[in-house]
């Protein structure tokens, strides 16, 4: 089992910025592909980013390439996401995940742990 506890969320103002972060903690050597999600009141789970364990592969939903940016230190086993240039439909809670099996990586079926989301809420 691997447990993942995410923090940073808080409020910002339009243009802002927050940094996420997720720390996984158990059996890690299962983490493999780790991703963000999204969700708004009313919308379904949406995919932000993912990034593989060695860096090869990093994945952006249209709506956030340019502005945020998904690291991780495997060292820390911790996977991180830089929120710049924040908009108020950036509101919503964020989740990490892990485990990624298939390569749809923005696919919330795809994962098999994740935390229990942190609120990041943008004004305008």
């Known amino acids: 089992q691997v447990q993942l506890v995410e923090s940073g969320g808080g409020s910002a103002q339009a243009g802002g910025s927050l940094r996420l972060s997720c720390v996984a903690s158990?059996?890690?050597?299962?983490?493999?592909?780790m991703g963000w999600f999204r969700q708004a009141p009313g919308k379904e789970r949406e995919g932000v980013a993912a990034?593989?364990?060695?860096?090869?592969?990093?994945r952006y939903a249209d709506s956030v390439k340019g502005r945020f940016a998904i690291s991780r230190d495997n060292a820390k086993n911790t996977l991180y996401l830089q929120l710049n240039s924040l908009t108020p439909e950036d509101t919503a809670m964020y989740f990490c995940a892990a485990g990624a099996a298939g390569r749809s990586y923005l696919d919330a079926h795809s994962y098999a742990y994740w935390g229990q989301g942190t609120q990041v809420t943008v004004s305008s």
């Open positions: 990034h593989s364990p060695g860096g090869s592969i990093t």
């Open positions: 158990g059996d890690t050597h299962l983490t493999k592909v």
